[in-house]
């Protein structure tokens, strides 16, 4: 056993988590086929099958690029998963203003912004459109960006009031990058670890030292088009690279607590 090993077995767990990042995919409601890719079904019940374990006492149903810009699942799972979950959904940034304050009231906390799979594409209206949910709804967008790619992104994001990245933004050579962003107040999701190329325990470790308040953790549960599906692991892998109770208990609940307003 390395070093290593030894200290993911050995690390301390967390006493609750809110999960920052999940998918529901509910086959009742339309699913549309994306880059030749269309998801099994993982409905409510799966998931809290796959999460009887831990200790979870709330979360964020993320929209999937097979969903599109259709919220018919969303209020579904919801209310399915409890009042301590919360969604953030896929936009046009031609939706009405009607349409984002009724998600609002429905448990929706912001837009997702999906480059990665291509459901929007190109970044010239990013930064209207992100000052415009915020103001009229308190929403943030959140980004589905290879890190590569952020060089274009970050004065953009950084203007801001509100913002996250997700997947520890997917490469190693991009975690430069994002210390940037969280050094700007942008939130970074740790999650989906069996699809980035980033070395989750240097990537937590120093995006920590950089912005303590940045951190979230999210299972990506279940997990598609990754190369393995989260397992336990991660979450000692984690909590292995944090120097504290202090530290695991911000990194796996009260930063997403503040940051998505669900109550602990």
């Not at 699913?31 to 409905?43: A, K, V, Y």
């Not at 995006?207 to 990506?220: A, I, K, S, V, W």
Request: hydrophobic share 40%; charged share 25%.
């Amino acid at each position: 056993m390395t070093a290593t090993d030894q200290k993911i077995t050995d690390a301390p767990q967390p006493h609750r988590i809110i999960d920052a990042h999940l998918h529901i995919y509910n086959d009742t409601y339309p699913l549309i086929e994306n880059q030749g890719f269309l998801p099994p079904p993982f409905s409510v019940e799966d998931y809290q099958h796959r999460t009887r374990d831990l200790p979870i006492v709330g979360g964020v149903v993320v929209s999937g690029s097979p969903q599109g810009f259709d919220q018919k699942y969303l209020k579904p799972a919801l209310d399915g998963l409890g009042s301590q979950f919360v969604g953030i959904t896929n936009l046009p940034s031609s939706v009405s203003d009607e349409k984002i304050l009724s998600l609002r009231d429905s448990g929706v906390r912001g837009v997702r912004v999906n480059l990665k799979r291509g459901v929007v594409s190109g970044l010239d209206n990013l930064v209207d459109f992100g000052m415009r949910i915020w103001e009229l709804a308190g929403w943030h967008l959140e980004m589905y960006v290879d890190s590569r790619e952020l060089d274009e992104i970050i004065p953009k994001l950084i203007k801001l009031p509100k913002a996250s990245v997700d997947h520890l933004g997917m490469a190693r050579s991009g975690l430069s990058q994002v210390r940037k962003l969280a050094e700007a107040g942008v939130h970074i999701k740790a999650s989906g670890f069996g699809r980035t190329e980033v070395d989750v325990a240097e990537a937590v470790k120093k995006l920590y030292e950089t912005n303590p308040d940045c951190l979230m953790f999210g299972t990506d549960l279940p997990s598609n088009r990754a190369e393995r599906p989260f397992n336990r692991t991660d979450i000692s892998m984690v909590a292995g690279a944090l120097d504290s109770d202090e530290a695991i208990d911000k990194v796996f609940a009260r930063n997403a607590a503040k940051f998505y307003d669900i109550k602990l």
